[in-house]
């Protein structure tokens, strides 16, 4: 089983609808979990971070971590096409530890 | 404006022929971290460095050299190129080796003949 599972997608939704995207992971030592963006042809930027299980709100972004699942998601209101790109969950055990990367799902937002 | 550079962004080589690609970052960080990302294997870290003169490996170090003499510098060197080494890859820096605030260069795009 790999550490860090992420559907690829692509995922297509209309324009305003709310997008739900999902990683799960095998490692239960990882406590700190981000989602990455990554537009086409550009590196990828940090979008959301949190520490342990929880939620955690940013705008139209809201990012969920159910440890006992071993379950992350980043939740997405209002979407628009400026939305589309590539996102990447990454997680990690602690702060000096490497952080494992999911594949990354591409989004498409429908005009 | 705080950013990370890569050089050059797009480059096709030959087997064989060494080559570097730089890295540079104006943000006073001391970890960098090299990456590499292929359809459907993601971002896989390369080789890290949490300072100057500190370096280790990541997942697939194996082909690749880096060295960190300065602190804003990372060169990343392939002193033997092959086409498994055709990639984007990607420098990153951040304050902390935790990643939060983790900042990625543009990509350099690398094509081995």
Redesign the interface.
């Known amino acids: 089983q790999k550490e860090v599972e ?1 559907d ?1 997608g692509p995922l297509s939704v209309p324009e305003g609808a709310i997008v739900s995207l999902n990683c799960t992971y095998s490692n239960s030592a990882f406590q ?1 979990f ?1 989602w990455y963006r990554q537009y086409s ?6 979008l959301m ?1 949190t520490y342990s299980s929880g939620n955690k709100e940013d705008g139209r972004f809201t990012a969920q971590v159910d440890k006992s699942s071993k379950y992350i998601s980043l939740f997405i209101r209002d979407s628009q096409p400026s939305d589309s790109a590539t996102y ?1 969950c ?1 997680m ?1 055990g ?6 494992i ?4 799902t591409r989004l498409h937002i429908l005009p | 404006e705080a950013q990370v550079t890569q050089n050059p962004r797009y480059l096709i080589t030959v087997t064989g022929k060494k080559l570097t690609v730089t890295c540079s970052q104006n943000m006073n960080h001391e970890y960098m971290s090299w990456y590499r990302q292929d359809p459907g294997l993601g971002l896989r870290q390369i080789y890290y460095s949490m300072n100057v003169e500190v370096t280790d490996k990541g997942d697939v170090p194996e082909g690749y050299k880096v060295s960190r003499k300065e602190k804003r510098n990372f060169p990343l060197i392939l002193e033997s190129p092959s086409p498994n080494q055709t990639s984007l890859y990607f420098c990153a820096s951040s304050l902390s080796p935790l990643l939060e605030t983790q900042y990625f260069g543009p990509g350099t795009r690398l094509l081995v003949l």
């Open positions: 992420q690829p700190y981000m042809r550009k590196g990828p930027e940090l971070y990447l990454a990690s602690n702060r000096d530890d490497k952080i990367f999911g594949k990354g």
